[in-house]
T-cell receptor, first 114, second 112 residues
Framework: DAGITQSPRHKVTETGTPVTLRCHQT?????MYWYRQDPGHGLRLIHY???????DKGEVSDGYSVSRSKTEDFLLTLESATSSQTSVYFC?????????????FGPGTRLTVT | AQSVTQLDSHVSVSEGTPVLLRCNYS??????LFWYVQHPNKGLQLLLK??????LVKGINGFEAEFKKSETSFHLTKPSAHMSDAAEYFC??????????FGPGTRLSVLP
C-alpha cells in the first residue's frame, strides 16, 4: 500500500468552528489532492497541489483552503464549518513519470458538522 | 473538458456469472483511464489502468477492461463474479494536466 495517512480519521464538530484535516505521504509524490465523497456524486475535487506552495482550486473549492509547506504534507482547512461540509474526505497522491499516472488514496476522514 | 459517464448506478449479478460495468468518457486528448474499487467504509483501490499501451488491460482479482477509442468506452468485465466483488466501482479519466475526473460510480451487488 502507498504510504498515505490522514488525520483525524473521524471528527465531529459544530457549525462555525474551524477544522483542519491533514494528509501525510511518504512516497515523495509531486501531486496531492483533496476530494470529498457524497452519495450520488462520486468523488469531487476540492483542491490540488502540484508542488510545495503550488495549489489550485477544484470544482467544489468554496469554503475550503489548503496549504502545502512540505512535499509530504497537504492540509485542508474549513475556515467555518457548515452542515453541507459533512462528508467523507479523501486525500490522494500521484506522480507523472515513467508511465506512472495513477492516483493512490488515503483511508479517508469522516467529518460530521452538527 | 473531460467527463465520465457510468451508465448503470447499480448492477446486480449472481455469483459465478459474468460482470459488465460500463464506462464512457469524453476527452480532448489521448486519455489515461482507470478503474477503482471501493469496498464499504474503505478507501479506493486501483483495479487497472490504460495509458496508451495495449487496449486490453488486465487488472487485479480477474478484472479486465478494453479501451475502444471509436466508441469512447472503457468497460470493466470479469468472467465470474465472487461475493467479495460486491463494492462500488469508479471509472476515472486523467487529463493532460494530471487532473482526474471521476464517474459517479456503479454499485455492484453479488447474489448467492
Amino acid at each position: 500500500d502507498a504510504g498515505i495517512t490522514q488525520s483525524p480519521r473521524h471528527k465531529v464538530t459544530e457549525t462555525g468552528t474551524p477544522v483542519t484535516l491533514r494528509c501525510h505521504q511518504t512516497e515523495n509524490h509531486r501531486y496531492m489532492y483533496w476530494y470529498r465523497q457524497d452519495p450520488g456524486h462520486g468523488l469531487r475535487l476540492i483542491h490540488y497541489s502540484y508542488g510545495v506552495k503550488d495549489t489550485d482550486k477544484g470544482e467544489v473549492s468554496d469554503g475550503y483552503s489548503v496549504s502545502r509547506s512540505k512535499t509530504e504534507d497537504f492540509l485542508l482547512t474549513l475556515e467555518s464549518a457548515t452542515s453541507s461540509q459533512t462528508s467523507v474526505y479523501f486525500c490522494a497522491i500521484s506522480e507523472r513519470d515513467r508511465g506512472r499516472y495513477e492516483q493512490y488514496f488515503g483511508p479517508g476522514t469522516r467529518l460530521t458538522v452538527t | 473538458a473531460q467527463s465520465v459517464t457510468q451508465l448503470d448506478s447499480h448492477v446486480s449479478v449472481s455469483e459465478g456469472t459474468p460482470v459488465l460495468l460500463r464506462c464512457n468518457y469524453s476527452s480532448s486528448y489521448s486519455p489515461s483511464l482507470f478503474w477503482y474499487v471501493q469496498h464499504p467504509n474503505k478507501g479506493l483501490q486501483l483495479l487497472l489502468k490504460y495509458t496508451s499501451a495495449a487496449t486490453l488491460v488486465k487488472g487485479i482479482n480477474g478484472f479486465e477492461a478494453e479501451f475502444k477509442k471509436s466508441e469512447t468506452s472503457f468497460h470493466l468485465t470479469k468472467p465470474s463474479a465472487h461475493m467479495s466483488d460486491a463494492a462500488e466501482y469508479f471509472c476515472v479519466v486523467r487529463d493532460y494536466g494530471q487532473n482526474f475526473v471521476f464517474g459517479p460510480g456503479t454499485r455492484l451487488s453479488v447474489l448467492p
